[in-house]
């Protein structure tokens, strides 16, 4: 069973910051969190993930809470191309990433 | 491309057929893996394999075979598939790393329907 809940579905305007939570309140100190998305009809991409710190790369923005039990991707000027399923997946360095059901992100115009 | 090349990317087999479906890496990759999605369900791990080894077999029927010849290639060999096979057949591969960890890269992933 996947560790993390999700809310289902979320909708964001077109250039404004997409805030997506995520809960893992059983997360492992030697798990991390990672963060995928899939776009419909193709394969996951990776975004990014973290242990402890926050994150940032071109993509996005991870923001981990201190006790690790829920965590926050930000993508801070949503496009229309950014409308997808964004995972939130906790695993260990060399664990099989278990999906769960994910958030669907809908951008509008 | 991401740099994980399923093919064929749209199959379509009657419950008698023999097919394969191929995935490819050149990432450099040491780990490849399969997974399934069916419609409005999660991402099911069906295989791993870590160094052309299979690691984790997740109680996937024996009509589909994972084949790892080397650590760029592997391999789904379907036989006498059911119409509740028909999904989209997703390969990733990831780096083998005990020190830290790596992202998964994912192909396109083929599209079967069975018949």
């Known amino acids: 069973d996947a560790k993390t809940t999700q809310p289902p579905s979320m909708d964001c305007a077109e250039g404004r910051a997409a805030n997506l939570p995520c809960n893992h309140s059983?997360?492992?100190?030697?798990?991390?969190v990672y963060w995928y998305r899939q776009i419909h009809s193709q394969g996951p991409q990776y975004i990014i993930h973290?242990?402890?710190n926050n994150e940032t790369n071109e993509m996005a923005s991870l923001i981990i809470t201190e006790d690790r039990k829920s965590s926050t991707l930000i993508l801070p000027h949503a496009t229309l191309r950014d409308t997808a399923v964004y995972y939130c997946i906790v695993g260990r360095s060399q664990g099989n990433l278990i999906f769960g059901k994910g958030t669907k992100l809908s951008v509008k115009p | 491309e991401t740099g994980v090349t399923q093919t064929p990317r749209h199959l379509v087999m009657g419950m008698t057929n023999k097919k394969s479906l191929k995935c490819e890496q050149h990432?450099?990759?040491?780990?490849m893996y399969w997974y399934k999605q069916s419609a409005k369900k999660p991402l099911e791990l069906m295989f791993v394999?870590?160094?052309?080894?299979?690691?984790e077999n997740n109680s996937v029927p024996s009509r589909f075979s994972p084949e790892c010849p080397n650590s760029s290639h592997l391999f789904l060999h379907l036989h006498t598939l059911q119409p509740e096979d028909s999904a989209l057949y997703l390969c990733a591969s990831s780096q083998d790393e005990n020190r830290a960890p790596y992202g998964y890269t994912f192909g396109s992933g083929t599209r079967l329907t069975v018949v």
């Open positions: 394999y870590s160094l052309e080894e299979r690691v």
């Open positions: 990432l450099g990759h040491n780990a």
């Open positions: 973290g242990l402890k």
């Open positions: 059983t997360i492992s100190g030697n798990e991390y």
